[in-house]
C-alpha cells in the first residue's frame, strides 16, 4: 500500500517537533509532501525557521517548507513563549537553517496543492491555530471535497481548556478558523487534550529515547527536557504530554484511540467561552456529526511506535 500523503501545517513548538519527526521516521506509511507554518507557539518567523530546523535535524531538507498566515483571522496573535521558550524549540542545539522556505505563501501552496492531487489523497494535520487552512478554504471553497481528512490537535471537553477555563490553546488562538473548518463539511479527526493528557512522556522513555544514539533522538530528548518544566502547576508527576505528537499516532495507528464521532462547534461569539469546542458526547443535539473525536490514547504502543520511528532518523 503507498503511503498516505500529508501536509503538516504547524507552528513549532517541542511537540511541533516530535510529531514531525514521527512522521518523517515512517515514510513507509506517510509520506509528508509539505509543510506549512503558521503564528502560534512563537511568531511566524520563527515557526518557519524552526519548521526548516526540524526537517533538516530529520534528514529531509527536501521537504518544502512554506511560511503562511502571521496572525489569526480576526483578533491578534497571542503566542506560548511562557512554555516553549523565547525560540519555540529551546532546549536543542539545533544550528541556523541552510535550507531556505519556498517563496510560495502556503495559503496558495494549499491551495495548489489540494487542487492538483487527485481527489480524496491528501491528508492536512494541523498542529497549530488552523489559520492557513482556513483562509484556504475561504479563497478557493472547491478543496474542502478534495480533501481526505483534516487531522488536528486542538480542542477540549472533559477537561475543559489550557489557555482558558473552556478553550485549548490551538483553537483559543484562531477560533474563527477552527470555525470555518468544522463548519465546512470536511472530514475532521479532532485530538483535543482530553486525549493528550493520556499521552504523558516520561523521564525514563526520555532515557531510553536518548539511549538509541541518534541525533534525532537525542535533540529531540532535549528539546522535551525544556518542555517539561512548564506544568508543574498541573500534573502530579514528571511526566507530560506530548500533545501534537497525538496526531501523527493517529495516522499510523488509529487502533490504540478512544473514538467517537460527534457533533462540535466552536464558539466565536461569547467573551467568557470564545475558543470552546462544545462536543457533543452523548448525541443531545440531533446535529449532524461533523467531527471524529479522540478521547483517549493507549500511551504503550504510542510510545513504542514513536522511540522506533524517532530512533530510525540520521
Known sequence: MAPRKIIIDTDPGQDDAFAILFALGSPAELDVVGITTVGGNVPLALTSKNALRVVELAGRPDVPVHAGCPAPMVR?????????????????????????????H??????????????????????????NLAMAMTMEPRIVPRL??????????????????AAEFNIFV?????HKVFDSGVPVTMAGIDCTYTALMTPEWLDRLRATGSRAAI?????????????????????????????????LAPQIYEQRQCAVTVDIVSPETIGMTVVDW??????????NVLRRIDPAPFFELMLERISALP
Open 76 to 104: 491578534k496573535l497571542i503566542t506560548a513563549e511562557y512554555v516553549h521558550g523565547e525560540t519555540g524549540l529551546d532546549g536543542a542545539d539545533l544550528p541556523e537553517p541552510v535550507t531556505p522556505l519556498q517563496s510560495e
Open 106 to 131: 502556503a495559503v496558495n501552496y494549499l491551495v495548489r496543492t489540494i487542487m492538483d492531487a487527485p481527489e480524496g489523497e491528501l491528508t492536512v494535520c494541523t498542529l497549530g491555530p488552523m489559520t
Open 148 to 165: 481526505r481528512e483534516v487531522v488536528l490537535m486542538g480542542g477540549g471537553f472533559f477537561q475543559g481548556g489550557n489557555a482558558t477555563p
Open 174 to 178: 484562531d477560533p474563527h478558523a477552527a
Open 219 to 251: 535533540e529531540a530528548a532535549n528539546l522535551a527536557d525544556f518542555y517539561r518544566q512548564y506544568g508543574t502547576h498541573k500534573f502530579e508527576t514528571p511526566a507530560r504530554p506530548i500533545h501534537d505528537a497525538c496526531v501523527t499516532g493517529y495516522l
Open 282 to 291: 452523548w448525541h443531545v443535539t440531533g446535529r449532524r456529526k461533523n467531527c
